[in-house]
Structure formats: C-alpha cells, structure tokens
C-alpha cells in the first residue's frame, strides 16, 4: 500500500467514525424530521444526517474501490507538482468527485424513501390500521430481493472493483463524477431494502445501523457475498410472516 493509499485509508475510516458520531448525535432530529416531512429545514436535517448515516455504513465496504480509483489516477500520469490524468484535472478534485457523487446518490435516495413513506405508506398504515401485515410485507419484499438478477449483477459490480473500472471508467474529472454516480448506483441496486427498513420501521438506531453496516461489508468483501446476501434474505423473509402474522 503506498502514501496515498494509507492517506486515504485513514481518511476513509476517520470520516466514517465522524458520520457515526453525526448520525447518531442528531437522530432525534431526523426522527422528528421523518414526522414532519414538509418543511424544508426538516428536508434539510433528513438529508444531512441520513448522508452522515450512509457515509458511516457504507464507506468501509466501498473503501476497495476508492483505493483503487486513486491508485488508477495515480499511475495514469505524474506531474511534479499534482497527480493528473492525462493532463484532466488534479488528482484531490476527481477524488471528491467521485466520493461526492457517490454520496449524492445515496442523499437523494433518502429523500426519496422519505417522502414515499410520509405521502404512502404512512398513509395506507393509517388508514387501514393493518401496520403489522404492511410491515411484513416490506420485510418479505426485502428478503425476496435479496434473490432476484438485479441484486447479484449489481453485488458482482460492488465486489469487484476491477471489473467496475473495466467496464465504466471515464476520464478526466467529469469522468470522476460520473463513474462515482455508476458506483452509487451499483450499491443502492444491491442495498437499498436495508435502507427502506431504516426508514419504514425506523430502525435508525445505532444497533441496527450496525448490523445492516456489517451484512453490506461482509457481502462486498467477501468472495461469496451473495451467500451473506441470501442468508440476510431468509432472515428478513422469516421476520416479515412472524411480523405479518403477528406471531
């Protein structure tokens, strides 16, 4: 591992030790947040803590990639002052990049569950008073993805950084930008009904935030993640029939 592998290594496990602080310190307010989608502070809090939250799960299992993103940027060309590929921009701009637009998938994707919960599901728990089939039937939906296509191509993309960079790189930093989108993308095919129980149960606390965190790390760094994925799967499944039957 190089300087710049280690520099980043420790900026990676530094800020997501920080987003867990974050994003457990404010979780009353996303709580509240959550009861209250309507105001643009509210919004606003959601965003920012939620953001803090998925930095804190997700940058330990990604921390391959962007290791392996700055190596590729690094060895691409060698200026004597900055890092450059190809002459396209410096190396710490494609870096943020890439994180950034990671990250902002991930942002968006919370205000998305966030307004589907208050304006949908919320209401359809309301107003037919059955929130323990509705529940169920989230976590059995869960659990069924785990086995769908969708999730094992986008956990093969996740668990090899190789093949993602083979198949997407882009130069230059709007290429930075773009494949960190790609990436982002990738990783809310293969997470996201982790994510919507956090939402839909509120199941925001740091317990599950850690278990969650440690089944998306062992599916990414683990050769044979899918089998982590599955069992996940067959857990949620079997939670959602005893949470819908009210056993």
Known sequence: MDRLQKILLIALISTSAGAWIASQAFQEGMMIAMAKPYS???????????????????????????????????????????????????????????????????????????????????????????????????????GGYQFSPLKAKCLGYCESPVSFFMRRWRSGTAGAATMGTYHGLYCLGCCWPYFLLMVALGWMNILWMALFAGIIFGEKMWSRGIWVARAAGIGLAIAGVITALGI
């Open 40 to 142: 643009p502070l509210s919004v606003l809090l959601f965003a920012a803590v939620w953001t803090a939250g998925m930095a804190a799960m997700m940058f330990p299992a990604i921390s391959p990639v962007i290791l392996l993103y700055g190596k590729l940027v690094k060895n691409s060309y060698i200026s004597t002052t900055v890092v450059v590929e190809g002459g396209k921009g410096p190396n710490l701009v494609k870096m943020t990049l890439f994180i950034g637009c990671y990250l902002a998938v991930w942002a968006l994707t919370g205000l998305a569950l966030l307004l589907s919960w208050s304006l949908l599901l919320n209401s359809a728990v309301a107003a037919t008073g059955l929130s323990s089939v509705i529940y169920g039937l989230i976590l059995i939906a869960a």
